[in-house]
């Protein structure tokens, strides 16, 4: 039993490049999350997303796209990386009836 | 808006206790806690919903205020493995939630020998 598992652990960046992030879980969630993780700020929400094919918007969603294909999956895109995205990304999931997340185990990106 | 905790560090010797706290300025429905271990993802360890109950899990244990809109999480007779940091995440009331948390800024907990 994985959890939940997010590819890949490391990644640096140069300005203006592209990237996905993959999140995959396999304990049937229906409710999936990214945040960013920065010094001293905490865990920001950017994009969440209820069910297969629906996204949407959280507290920081600028400059991030969310796709949710298949239930198990969800996917977080950097279109055109700026070294403010420089952070830790961990995705999250937990079932419907309000239990706690499952974290995967995080991205650390960098974007120079 | 994201909640406050406090303090924002505290340092214990095995065997001591501590209190931390977490305040909002919205009423809340529910409230997290989670441990983060350095360079890990943060481990779940209870949820407290509306309700002003309180939850134990060996010896850390949390109560929820949700007049007062605060939550404590209490941690006793303090382990090294109790080392690391705590957030709280906060949920809102309303149909439209979906689970989503806004996490405190942390408390950083620090267990020597």
């Known amino acids: 039993n994985a959890g939940v598992t997010q590819t890949p652990k490391f990644r640096v960046l140069k300005t203006g490049q592209s990237m996905t992030l993959l999140c995959a879980q396999d304990m049937n969630h229906e409710y999936m999350y990214w945040y960013r993780q920065d010094p001293g700020m905490g865990l920001r929400l950017i994009h969440y997303s209820v069910g297969e094919g629906t996204t949407a918007k959280g507290e920081v969603p600028d400059g991030y796209n969310v796709s949710r294909l298949k239930k198990q999956n969800f996917l977080l895109g950097l279109e055109s990386a700026a070294p403010s995205q420089t952070s830790v990304y961990f995705c999250a999931s937990s079932a419907r009836d309000r239990r706690g997340y499952t974290f995967g185990s995080g991205t650390r990106l960098t974007v120079v | 808006q994201q909640p406050v905790q406090s303090p924002q560090a505290v340092i214990l010797r095995e065997g001591e206790d501590a209190v931390i706290n977490c305040s909002s300025s919205?009423?809340?429905?529910?409230v997290h806690w989670y441990r983060q271990k350095h360079g890990e993802a943060p481990v779940f360890l209870m949820i407290l919903l509306k309700g002003g109950e309180q939850k134990g899990h060996e010896k850390i244990s949390a109560s929820f205020n949700e007049k007062k809109q605060q939550s404590s999480l209490y941690l006793t007779a303090s382990q090294l493995s109790y080392s690391g940091t705590y957030f709280c995440g906060t949920g809102n009331a309303g149909g439209t939630s979906y689970g989503k948390l806004t996490f405190g800024q942390g408390t950083i907990l620090t267990v020597h020998p």
């Open positions: 919205k009423a809340l429905y529910s």
